[in-house]
C-alpha cells in the first residue's frame, strides 16, 4: 500500500508523543521524520517501544526540522506557538502542509495575539488561510486546508459541548459558562516545583482565572456557531491525574426552546460523528472511559427542579492528548489526504480499567 | 479546669473520627462517649492513636446512644440523616443539646424532605429550633440552641463564597452557579464498587447533576442573605483525592456594582473572622493549605477582558470532614458553651506538604 | 481471512475486559462468545467502546458459559478459581481448548490447594496435563496443549526476573527474596471497604506476609529452572495506583559467578524474545514504560561497594492485566494456534504519559 | 512559663516546615529564627498558617542564618549537606547547639564521604563528637551532645525495623536486606522533570540500586547494635504519594532461635518507647497510621511454610518527615533540653482517612 511521508516536529513533548503512536500505527502513513533536540539520535523504538520502521527511525535535531520536513507531505507541529509562528511559513513555501498543534494560528483577531500568546503575529495574512481543525463542527475547510490549526484541548471539549446548542438557536443571549479541569499533561513537559508530585498531589485549584489563553479562541467558536457573540466565562482547573479534560458547561434555554428539543440537538449534530457519542446522563460523562481514545463523551441535563429555570448543563471529557490534541491532528490529517476519517483511530481503546 | 462532657455517635465515620480528634485535644472538653457498632468495645487509643483518658474510652454499641448520651451535656450526631432525625427528640427531652451533622435538620421546608432525603420529617416542629450551624453567617441563634443543624460541607463552601456579596446587594438578579469538586470521604465510608480505588483513581466526573441533596440547602441559605429567591444551579463532582472542596462560584455585579466594592464586601465580611481567610487571586485558592484545618479560603476575580462583562468567579476551598463537617461543629460547640470561638481549633495545622 | 473461534468466560473483570480488548483487535480472531452476569445482554460496543462486528456481540449470562462455549475453538476462562476448577472438565471432554487466567491448574501438587486456594482439587489428573503458560521458560509444552494454565501476574514477574540466573547456575544455594508491589487492579473488581478509594490512596503496605497465595506457584516454577528446591520468600505490597507490577528480586552470586556472567545469562535468555526486554541498570525499570503493553523489562545490579559482597539485584515490570494476565494468555493462545507469537500484542502501546 | 530558643535554618524545605508547626506547637519553644532565601520577608503566618507570635515571625535570608543563631540555644539545620558542614563549626564556637538533619555528621568513618557525599569532610574532627540521634537506639549521648546527627529517613526505619533482633543475637550472620519505599517529600522540593506529576503518577521504581547515600549510615548502626559487621542491602523505591516509608526487612533466626523469642525482642526493646509500636502482623503496618505523627509501627512475620526455613520479615513504617526528620529532630531536642521525650510530638495525630 502506498503510504504517505508524515513527520512531527517536537516528537519528545507528550503530544509529540502521542501523535508518534497514532501514526505509527497508521495504514496509510510513513514516519519519515520525528526532530526533538532531548532524544537526538536516539531511535523510536527505544524510546517509545515502537516496533518496525518506525522504531527504527532516529530524532533528528530540532534545526533540521524545516529542512528535513520537506521530505513530508504534511508535518506535525508539536512545538511551541512562537516555534510554529516561525517555521509555518517557510513550510508552507516548500509546499508542505502543515497541521500545527500550537495556538500561533487558531485565532482570526490579530490583537489578540498579544493579549493572550504575548507575542505580536508576524505572519497575519496566514491567519486567514488557516482552517481551525475541529471537524464535527467545521469540516468543510479541512480537507483543502494547506495549513491547519489544530484547536486547544480545552476549546475542543468546550466547543464540542454547546455548539449544536448553539447552531440550533436554542440558548438564550445570556453567557455560557465553561468550567473545566484537565489532567496535568496538558502542561507539557514540566520541570518547575509548581507541577511537582509533591506540589500537585491531593490537591485541585483553579488557574488563570479570568484570563485563560483559551478565552478568545472559544469565543471565535461560539461567535462561529452562533452567528452572534456569544459572551462566556472559561475556568480552568488542575486535576492530580495525567490524562483527559472534563467541562461542566452552563447555559440557559431560550424562551420556548426545551430540553428535549437541546438533547435532540446534541444527537443530531453527533448522529453521524464517529468520535463523539451523546450520553443519557451527564453522571456517565467521565475520563476513563475516553482517556486513550479520540472520542467525546457528551451529555446534558436540564432542570426539573425550579431552582433555576431554563438551566441546562451539558458535561463533555475527552482525552487532552488524543482528541484534545494529536488524535484531532490525525483526524485532521486523513480529512486532508481524503482519507476514512477514522483511520489509525478507530483503533484506539480506552486505558481503563 | 472544669470539662464538659460531651459524646460523638457515630464515631467511626469519617466525620465522627475527625470529631473524636479535634474533641480529644479541646482543653475544655471531656470526650466521654463515643458510639460504634463496628468499633464496639475497642479503645479509642488502640483505633485512632490517641493518648490519655481519651484513649482508654471505648467505643459503646450504637443502641446505647440515647441512653449513654444523657451523660453528656452536648452531643454530636455523625450518623445517616434517618439515624439523626429518629434519635434527635429523645435527646433533646432527655435535656442533652444536638449538633447534628447530618441534613435532618438543616431544611425549614418540611417538604423538601421526600424530595430530596426520601422521607417525611417525623419532627416538622423541631425544623424551626434548629440553628443553622453557619457561624459566619448565621450566628446569632447558634449560642443558645439547644439543636444545631450542622451545614453540609458542599452547602458551607458555597455559602462563603458568595455570601457577602449577596447581603451587600452586590449581585444581579440572574441565577449563581456553583461547580463544586470533593474528595471521597465526602462520600463517607464505602464499600461499593464505584468507590473502590481501580474506579476513582484517574478519573473525575459530575454526579446527581441537577438534583443533588445540598441544593435546597444552599437555596435557602442564599435566600436567607439576599432577602430574596435566588435562582442557582449546584454541580458536584467526584475528585481522586481524599480531603477537600473547592467551589468555583459565578454570579454577575448587579448593574452600577464594581469588582472593587465585592472584594471590599468579602473582606469586610470576614475581617474578623477567625477560619475564613480572602486571597488576592483564585488562583491562590487551592485544598492543600487549608486541608486539615478549619480555613475557609476565598479570593474574587472579575472579567476586565471584556468577554463576560460585570462576571465575577469566587473561589472557596475547605476540608469536607473540617469546616464542612466536624471542624465547623466544634466551633458550634464553642459557641452553643460560650467558649472562644476558636477553642481547639486554632491549632489544627494543614496536612501539607 | 480465517478467524478463530474464541470466547471469553467472565468477560466483564479486570482481566475478562483486558482480553477483550487485545482479542477484537487480533487479525486471526473473531471473538465469538463473551459470558457475563453483570452485562448479559448488553452489547460489547456500548461497554467497551468497540467498533464492528465485535462491538455488537452481546454478554450471554454466565451460565450459559459451558454451552456456548461448544461454538469456540479456544475459551479463555476469566473466572475464580472455583469456577474454572468446575468449568474445565467439560469443556476440555467437549473438545474445546482452554486457556485458564485462574490458579486452579496451576500448581502440580494436589496438596497445595488447600493450604492456599481453600479446596480440594476434584481434577488432580489434569493437573499433569495442564501446561503452565511461561513462554519465555517453558515454551514446549504449549503449542500442543489442550489446557493451559495461565500463570499468576505476580508469578510470571518474579520468574522473568530470576529464572535465566538459575538456569545457568550462577545463583548460590541461599534463599531468593521477591519484594513485589502491585496496582489495585490485580485485586480485580473490588466492593470492599479495604480496597475503597478512601482507604488505599496515598498509602501503601505489605499483604499476606509470609502466607501469599503466589508462592507455591513461584516455587514450582524456580524448582523448574534450577533443577533443585530453591528456598525463597515473596512479599506483595499494594500501590495506590490501577495497573502494573514490579518486583525487586535479591539474590548472591555463587562462588566464582560475575555480575557480567549474571548479565549476560539475562540478555541471552530473553535475546529472542519478542516481550522481554533487559535493560542497563534497575533504575531504569518502572511501570509506566510497561503498563498497556504485554512487555517486561528487567534489569540487574550487582554489589560493587562492598556491602553485600555477591548480592544481585534484579528488578522487573509488568503489566498486572497484559503480561500477567490477559496478554500473555493470548501470547499463549498464538502458540497453541501456530500463529505468529506477538500477534494482536505487539501492536499494544504504553498508556504513558 | 519559660521558653527557650530554637531557630531553623533552611525553613522552608519540607521538613523546615514540618519543623516550623511542630516548634510552633511546642509548650517550651520560642521559635526565635526561621531562615529561607525563598520567603524572606514573609511572615510565617502568611505562608504556613500559624497563629500567634510564631505567625508573626519573619523569614531572615540564609545568608544571616549564622549570624542570627548565636541568639537561640538550639538550632536545626534543614539544608543540604554541603551547608551544615560548613555552618556547623562556627555554630558551636558560639555555643550554639545544633541539630543536623542533614547526613553531614552521621557517618562515622570519614571515608564514606568522598564517595556518599560527593565531598570531603571539612571537619572530620566533629564526627566523633556528634551524636547520632536515633533515640530509641542510641540515647545515652543525646541529652549532653553539642551536635546531633539526626538520621536518614530511610535510616530510622530500617533500623527500628531490626535493631532489636541483633541487639538480641537472634539473627544468623547472613544478609539483611531492607527494601523500601518512600513518598516524593523524601526527594525534597524538587523542580526537575523527573519528579513532575506527569512522571511520577501512576509509576513506580528502584532508584540508585545498591548506590543509595543511606547505606553506609544503615551499616553504621546495625554494626553499632551487633556488635559485628551486619552486610546488608538497601534498596530505594519511590512511591507515587506524597508522606510516608515502609521498610520490608528481611533476615534469618540464627539456629535456635525461634519467631516467639524475636517477637518478644521487639516488643521488649520497644516496650518504654513512647513512638514505636509493635503490632500483631505485618499486614497491619502501613503509611496512613503513622503519617502525621512521629510513630513507627513495627510488626514481624515468620515462614512457617517451609519455604524459607527460619526467614523473618519485618515491615516499619514512618512518616518521613516527621520521625524521619522534623519530628525524630524534636525527639532530640527534648531529650538535649531534658525536657519530656514526647513534648510536642504526642499531640500529632494521624493525617488519616
Redesign the interface.
Known sequence: MHKTAIGIIGASG?SG?EAT?ILA?HEKVELRLVTSDRWQGEAVGRR????GATGQLRYAPLDKSAELARECAVVFLATPAESSLHMVPGLLEAGVRVIDLSGAFRLRDTASYP?FYNFTHSSPGLLEQAAYGLPELFRERIPSARLVANPGCYATACALSVAPLLRAGLLDE??V?F?A?S???G?G?????D?????????????????HQH??EI?QTLASVAGRTV???F?A?L??????I?V?A?GRLRSGATAAEARAALEQAYASSPFVTVEA???A?????V???N?CTVAL?????G???G?V?V?A?IDN?VKGAAGQAVQNLNLMMGWEETLGL??L???S?
Chains 1, 2, 3, 4 share one sequence.
Request: charged share 25%; no cysteine; aromatic share 8%.
Open positions: 507528550y508523543i503512536h500505527a517509545l517501544g515502537i516496533a493579549a445570556g453567557s459558562i468550567d479541569a489532567g496535568t499533561t502542561a513537559r514540566k520541570g518547575s516545583e507541577m511537582s508530585f509533591s506540589e500537585v498531589d491531593e490537591d485541585f485549584r483553579a488557574y488563570r482565572v479570568l484570563r478565552t478568545p469565543a459572551p462566556l466565562t475556568t482547573h486535576l492530580p491525574l495525567k490524562r483527559g472534563l461542566t452552563y446522563s451527564p453522571d460523562v467521565n475520563l476513563k472511559s482517556v486513550g481514545t472520542r441535563a436540564a432542570d426539573t427542579s431552582y433555576d429555570p438551566r448543563v458535561t471529557a492528548l478507530s483503533t481503546r480506552a486505558f480499567p
